[in-house]
């Protein structure tokens, strides 16, 4: 099923004022992103995103005041037929009884705010694209380590939550514990957070229940973080070879996008936090065109 948010929740988000239309605020956004009509109001409509909001800004309404009333009737009414969710007006513009006539006979709500257009499509872009964003819930940790957004898997009892604290410990941040819920924002960027319900708490065998935010401060806890590393907690096999110099990149997908993943084993005595942050730090270099092993390889070519 489709992810949806209505008209009344932008209202109630934005703080926006409601010009016409109140008894359609129920209507259904179901696209992310917002549209400008422009080409449209010159009659061009072959590329026209009618399923989006549509925000006009000073540019638009500037334009439509310039029109003779007759002109201006045919030009919204071209567009108001195609029964867009809600038209958003920017900058508190005024002179708009026109445009609140035909939002109200075709039931569509003509909102404003105050906002400058460049900032509110940036806003209402980045809260519908998260919005409306496929996704998915998995068992799990969540982290942020150093600014990296880690995702710890394992089975029930391995040690994520133990290994979670230690990070928290060490300055990281906790933003999901047990539930994971994972939003694909883009073709390539997952969005890991909380479910809301399980909000800054972490769960620690034997202690409970423990509020990370009242017991380390405010920044032991993050909303939301893009994952970019799955690594996944297993018991220590002791026929397993783990002295490779570089071991063959491996990938978990989740909605199709790919995420480099990462197999640490466990062992009495073993700092798996430090490794942890020792994955994140090396995933880091990498993006920086830094390799390890090359450079270990060039130092040994070179006697």
């Not at 909102?111 to 806003?123: G, M, N, S």
């Not at 970019?228 to 199709?256: C, G, H, R």
């Amino acid at each position: 099923m489709a992810k949806s948010v209505s008209v009344q929740d932008l209202v109630n988000r934005f703080s926006l004022e409601v010009l016409a239309g109140q008894k359609d605020l129920n209507r259904l956004i179901t696209r992310p992103r917002t549209h400008r009509p422009g080409l449209e109001f010159v009659g061009y409509f072959d590329f026209f995103q009618q399923a989006r909001v549509q925000v006009l800004g000073s540019k638009e309404i500037n334009y439509l005041h310039t029109l003779s009333e007759e002109e201006r009737n045919s030009r919204i009414g071209n567009i108001v037929k195609y029964h867009p969710p809600c038209f958003v007006v920017t900058r508190n513009q005024e002179g708009l009884k026109y445009l609140m006539k035909y939002c109200e006979e075709e039931g569509i709500p003509l909102l404003r705010t105050h906002e400058p257009t460049t900032k509110f499509l940036e806003l209402m872009d980045a809260y519908l694209t998260k919005a409306l964003a496929p996704e998915v819930a998995i068992h799990g940790v969540c982290v942020n380590v150093s600014g990296i957004g880690i995702l710890l898997r394992g089975k029930s009892g391995v040690g994520k939550s133990e290994t979670a604290h230690t990070l928290i410990r060490r300055g990281h941040r906790l933003v999901a514990d047990d539930i994971v819920v994972l939003r694909k924002i883009s073709p390539e960027t997952i969005i890991g957070t909380h479910n809301g319900k399980s909000k800054e708490f972490l769960a620690l065998r034997s202690i409970g229940l423990i509020n990370v935010s009242r017991l380390y401060g405010r920044r032991a806890f993050q909303d939301e973080t893009r994952i970019v590393l799955d690594i996944e907690l297993t018991q220590w096999q002791e026929n397993a070879l783990n002295n490779e110099l570089e071991l063959e990149p491996k990938f978990s997908d989740y909605m199709d996008v790919r995420i480099p993943h990462i197999e640490i084993q466990l062992q009495p005595g073993r700092d798996v936090a430090g490794l942890v942050e020792a994955a994140a730090n090396n995933w880091y270099l990498r993006q920086q065109g830094y390799s390890a092993v090359e450079d270990f390889m060039k130092r040994l070519e070179s006697n």
